[in-house]
Nanobody, 125 residues
Framework: VQLQASGGGLVQAGGSLRLSCAVS????????MGWFRQALGKEREFVAA????????YYAGSVRGRFTVSRDAAENTMFLQMNSLKPEDTAVYYC???????????????????WGQGTQVTVSS
């Protein structure tokens, strides 16, 4: 199973970016997908999750209302649309996939069994 994250870059505060996560080697139904981020010197934190089979979503409070996770089932690809970006959103963003479980477990990095390589998002003030 391979996950390829892309779409990161440098953007000014208030701007937008769209991240992609292409998955190969796994049929994503029934699996869950997640986005995490890790800022320099900090622990990896949960951003958003997607239950692939029904496209249900779940967000961290810090991004709810600004970020939207979606999928293209035909392309086996997950997206993270990030709007109204803030300097504190600066981090390396990772996508991951894991078995279906309760939504409360999706915030934990240990739930996921495959990870992408990460893509850098930098938001300037």
């Amino acid at each position: 199973v391979q996950l390829q994250a892309s779409g990161g870059g440098l953007v000014q505060a208030g701007g937008s970016l769209r991240l992609s996560c292409a998955v190969s080697g796994r049929t994503l139904d029934p699996y869950d997908m997640g986005w995490f981020r890790q800022a320099l010197g900090k622990e990896r934190e949960f951003v958003a999750a997607l239950r692939w089979s029904v496209a249900s979503t779940y967000y961290a409070g810090s991004v709810r209302g600004r970020f939207t996770v979606s999928r293209d089932a035909a392309e086996n690809t997950m997206f993270l649309q990030m709007n109204s970006l803030k300097p504190e959103d600066t981090a390396v963003y990772y996508c991951a996939t894991g078995p279906v479980g309760p939504f409360c477990t999706l915030v934990a990095t240990t739930f996921y069994d495959y990870w992408g390589q990460g893509t850098q998002v930098t938001v300037s003030s």
